[in-house]
Each structure stands twice: as C-alpha cells, then as structure tokens.
C-alpha cells in the first residue's frame, strides 16, 4: 500500500509540477552560470605568530597580574574594529577587505585554566604576496602595541582608582579614630573603674555605710524611745515645751499670772467677785493670759523669722511648767531627733549613689561591647587603608615592569594558496541534484499549504481529532458510458461498488436505529459526490426491500435525475410551489430499480429559501415520512448557502460527504464543530472517491476460463478505478 505521504505528493505534484519544474531549470541555470565562471587568479597567504611573554624580573603581584591578564585576549579582541581600521590607514587597503581575509587562530584553555599553547597564529590572503607579508606584519606589531596599551591602561586604572579612593577612606579612618577617642574620654574610666575592681568596692564601701548609719539610727530610736517614756512626750512636744519653757517673756508673763492668781485666791475670802479689786485683778489675769498667748503664738509660729514649731497647740500654761531637769531631757530628745534626721538624710544620700553605681556598673558590658565595636572599626579602617597603601606602592613598582604581554615569535612567510581545479560536470551534476530538492521540496510546500486533505488517511486523522464517526469509504466510480454532466449509479445488483453502498447503510440503520426515516446529506463544497452518494444510498436501499424516496432540495443547481434516466419535468421551475405540492406529478418512479423513487429538483429557482420553508414543502415531507420506510434530502453544499440548514428540521440526522483532494481541512473541521455545538444532528461522516483496490471474488475469478480470448484482456483480479465527474 502507498504510503499516505507519498500520495498527498502524487497529487501535489500533478497539480504544481510546472512550478516545480520551473524551480528546478533556474537551479540548474544558477549551477550552470557558476560552472561557467572564469577561474579567479592566484591568491598567496601571509602567514606569521605571536606569543606570550612575561618580563625576565617581577617584584610585584600587580603586574604579574596585569601580565596573566594580558594572557587573555581572544580573537576579538585582537582584530577589533579601530585595530583593523588603523591598520588599513597605513597600508591603503579598505577594512572590510582585511577582515575578510584575515584568520587569526588563539590559544584554547584546558579545563583547569590553563592555555593549551602560548602561540597566536595569524593568517592574511591576498593576491599580491608583498601586500599580504605587509598586512600581516603591520597586524602582528599592532596587536603587540595594543597589548601594551591595554595592560599600561590597566596599571593606570588601578592607580588613578586607588589615588580616588585613599582620601576618602584616610576621612573614614581618621572619623573612627576621633568617635573612639571621644568614647574613652566619657566612658573609659568607668570601664576602668569597672575592670580594676573600684566601682565595685565603691558599691561596698555604700553598703557598709548604710549599715553603720541603720544601727546608729536604731541606737538613737532606742534613747528616743527612753526619754519619751521618761518625760510623757513625744518629740515635738518636748521641743514645743522646751522652747516654751526658754522664753524669758513667757516665763515673766507665766510668773505674774501665778502672782494674781495668788492675789484673788488670797482675797477671795474677804471680797466678792463684784468687788473691784477682784474685778481688777481678774482682768489683769486675763490681759496677762492674752499676752502669754500671743508670745506663745509668736515663739511657736517662728514671727516670720524661724520656721514655726506646731499648729495646733493648746494649754499653754501645761507645756511652759518644764522645771530645768526635765527641759534638759527635753532638749536632749531634741538634739537626738535631729541627729536622727541627719542620718536618715545620709542613708538616703547613701541608698542613691549606690544605685547610681549599681546603674552604672550594669551598664559597663554594653559599654565595653560598644568601644570594642569602635576598635573593631578602627581596625577595618586601619586595615582597609593600610591595604590600599600596599596596593598602591605594588602599583607604583609595577610601572617598571608592565610591558606588553604579546610579542612576535614568527616573522611572516608568503605561501601560494592550493587550489582546486573545478569541475563542470561535478558542479552541474550538484546543481541538478539540488534543483531536484528544491523542485520537490517547493512542490510539497505548495500542497501543505494549500490546506486540502490529499488523501483519506488525512481525513481520518482530521475526523478522529474531532471525534466524529466514520460511516463508510466509497470507491471511485468510472462514468465512462455517461454523458459529461451524468453521475455514476450502480444500477446492476452484481455490481462490485454496491456491497461499499450496503456496508454504508448498514452503519447507518445500526447507528439511527428504527427512528431514522428521514437523513440528510450534504458537504462542505462542492464536486465531493454528496448527490453520488445519495443516489447509490437510494440504490442501495432499494435492492435491500426498502421504500426509497430521494428529493433533491439543492435549489440552486439544475436536477441530476437524468443519471436515473429520468427526465426532469420542464414547467416544474416556472411554478415550484405547485410542483410540490402535487405529489403524483413531483414523484417519479425510477425504472430500473424496484422500491426507489425521486423527486427531481426544479432548479435552479430564485427565493430558494422561501420554497423551502413553505407550507407546500412542510406537507410533502410529513406525506413522505409517512409514505416511505427511507427518505434521503440530496441539499447543497453547507458553504454556498444555507439551504441545508433550513430543510435540516424536516430530517433525523445529518451526514457529511468528504473527498480527497477536495475537502478543504478548515472548512471540514468548522461544519464538524457547528453542526455538534448546535446540535443539529452529525451522524458522521463518509469518505467519496476513496482511493480503494477492488478484488474480484474468486468466483469471478474461475469463471473467466470460459470467456474468450480477446474478453480476458479487459478482465482482472484487481480493479483500480478513478473518477473526476463528481457533484
């Protein structure tokens, strides 16, 4: 079997040989010019070397950096577009000539860095051999001056960049510097203090003085406590009395009260109260109480002088009457009280500087991590100078030391160019080998882009992506005995198509089942046998006892009827209503099969779309449905109208004719899909004109012995048949 590639190019070619053909000649007549051309004269090759070198003595890292460097200049680098243009300046040449024939060759690196080789081979073509040995020299000496250059502008690089940098890392320095030098004036003596032990012992020292000072606090509470107890006073009452008790004018004002008491209580057994004496005397008691009052007032509130001694105090005459020993206790409790004061006053003092230095003592860590953070960034900008320092006294030596990394190992020689002689034959017979290809190759690029399914396996491929059903492959036909327009109608039951017909309905029938009477057919575009498939459907369903009637709905087309040798009736296209609706004169007996009727369609007709959904045409296809056990709907093709879809309501099912080298794939595949996103009814599809051998049975076969001579040569096994003559 032909391989479907090979017949989709068969066809390609049949239909774009001339093409091909054409594309063929102008290789041909391409190879035939170059074949032709005179031979170029003699070319000579200038060829020369250049090496790695490193200078005898190297005191410095830098340059033997700059040097290893150098090392690593690639062809690009060394044939640079302002390199090659320089160079052509001196010499006269232009510089798209010396970079067309220069070849230079470098060193390849090993995997672990190293180069290979330390020569450069350079290559100049030319056919003047002096100009060539010229270009070349001048080539050698200009990428030996550019390795110079570039390793001198390296050098002064990492100079010029250290000299930018230096001050701006000496201010960097000199900045830490200054922050740790302020750090230590601030801070450093309490780290010292805190690292020789003295804060810590300061801490102590508080300690024990506040201890000392809480016992002598107590010793003093204790005495305190004594005198109270001694005297029936606290305190501020003995200081209250004792300073009562001091006053000069209270106790002259308290004796003269004591003497006029003394006086009325002496007279009092001779006078009466009314008396004036005793009325005198008791207002000089009185005024004196007033008096000793408002001394008392003015010794207690301080008289603006002192700060006063207490607010509420009453009687008197019962705190001033201290004899000298008590006042003594008295003045005793009050200098321990003030004592005690004192050293309260002094432990406070005391409680806060040792939380002053407890503070700070915990605090000496972060201190200490703080300046060692300043050290550490001392000591980066220390190193980070001093390195650049080093740097730049390396460079400086260095200077002495740069040369150029490339020199020359091999003066140029002159070589001719072999050369080949060409061979006519030889490039005409490449040219006709590549005019084949390109022949071949134009005419299978035409037929893929084309967009036509060459053969039937690209039409199963298409409707398995799809996955639409297959219903049948029918065979070509011959309509040798047919007139131009006829189609191709097995008419005899013995015919070897009509089993491919029968196989056809049979997959239908199973498919629809009982419920389909009324099946449409239709395609894509037109000449892809849907009226031939229609007929031998007819045909087929006939010969199997069925009652068959074919209506040719395709409006727009003149009818085929004549095929079933029938004759169209010629008024039918002056009144189509009237001809639809007379079913004894539109339906026609077809006469050499039993069971098949037709009815042949009145185009072509203007306004098809209205015959079509007419009431005439609702009522003959209700009559036919009922009338017939299978109807077929012969329609036009879906992409010239929409005829098909306005007779698909009448019908169970809708079947899609396809043929090789004519269905167009994207129409095919945009039917496939608008028929089964709307729903219309896709039975499947069939394949018209499928290339298919036909092989006799053997009893065919055995009985051509009895036939004669001159009729064997017409008869075969195998028949392979083609037709054009589809609709």
Known sequence: MTPPIVKR????????????????????????????????????????????????????????????????????????DPLVETVAAKVNVSPKTIGKNIAIKAPKKSATGELESSIIELKYKDTDPKRAQEIILELMQAMVKLSNDINTGRLNAIIEKINERIPQVRSELQAAERKLELYDRLERPAILAAENGSLLSAITNSQNQQRTIQQTITGIDAQIRSLQTKLGLNVDQAYVSSALSADPIIVSLRNQIYQTESQIALLRKDLRPEHPTMIQLQRQKQANEELLQQRAAEVIGGGG???????????????????????????????????????????????????????????????????????????????????????????????????????????????????????????????????????????FLLGSLEGTLRTKEDIRDNLKQREAVLLGELPLMPVDDLPPEGIPVVFSPDSLYLEFYEKFRSNLRRMGGKNLKVILITSTGSKEGKTTSAYNLGVAAARAGKRTLIIETDLRSPSCCSSLKINPDPDATI???????????????????ENLYIIPSPGPVRQSAAILESSEMRRLMEDARERYDLVILDTSPLSLSNDPLLIQPYSDGII???????????????????????????????????????????????????????????????ISVGVTNFK
């Open 9 to 80: 190019y068969i066809i390609a070619f049949e239909k774009y040989k001339w093409i091909g053909l054409a594309s063929f000649g102008l290789v041909i007549a391409g190879s035939t010019v170059v074949a032709m051309q005179p031979e170029p004269p003699a070319s000579y090759i200038a060829d020369g070397a250049l090496t790695y070198t490193r200078p005898p003595v190297s005191f410095s890292t830098t340059g033997t950096e700059i040097q290893q460097q150098g090392q690593g200049l690639d062809a690009k680098v060394l044939l640079s």
């Open 305 to 443: 002088a002192a700060a006063p001694l207490a607010r509420n105090v009453t009687d008197i005459r019962a705190q001033i009457n201290l004899d000298p020993a008590r006042q003594q206790l008295a003045n005793q409790m009050v200098a321990l009280q003030t004592q005690r004061e004192t050293l309260e006053q002094q432990l406070a003092q005391q409680l806060r500087e040792e939380m002053r230095l407890r503070k700070e003592y915990s605090q000496i860590p972060n201190k200490q991590l703080e300046r060692s953070r300043l050290e550490q960034e001392v000591a980066l900008k220390k190193a980070v100078f001093d390195q650049m320092q080093a740097k730049l006294t390396d460079a400086r030596t260095a200077e002495a030391e740069t040369v150029s990394s490339l020199s020359i190992a091999r003066l140029p020689s002159i070589l001719p160019e072999p050369k080949k002689s060409k061979s006519i034959p030889f490039t005409l017979g490449v040219g006709g080998f590549l005019g084949i290809l390109v022949g071949g190759g134009v005419i």
């Open 575 to 593: 009144e189509p209503l009237r001809y639809y609706g007379s079913l004894s004169e539109c339906i026609r007996l077809v006469p050499d099969v």
């Open 656 to 718: 899609l004719v396809a043929r090789p080298n004519y269905t167009q794939e994207n129409m095919l595949g945009e039917a496939i899909d608008q028929l089964v996103q709307d729903e219309l009814g896709l039975l499947g599809v069939i394949i018209n004109g499928a290339d298919i051998t036909i092989t006799l049975p053997p009893v065919a076969q055995s009985s051509s012995e009895d036939v004669p001579e001159e009729d064997k040569q017409e008869e075969s096994p195998q």
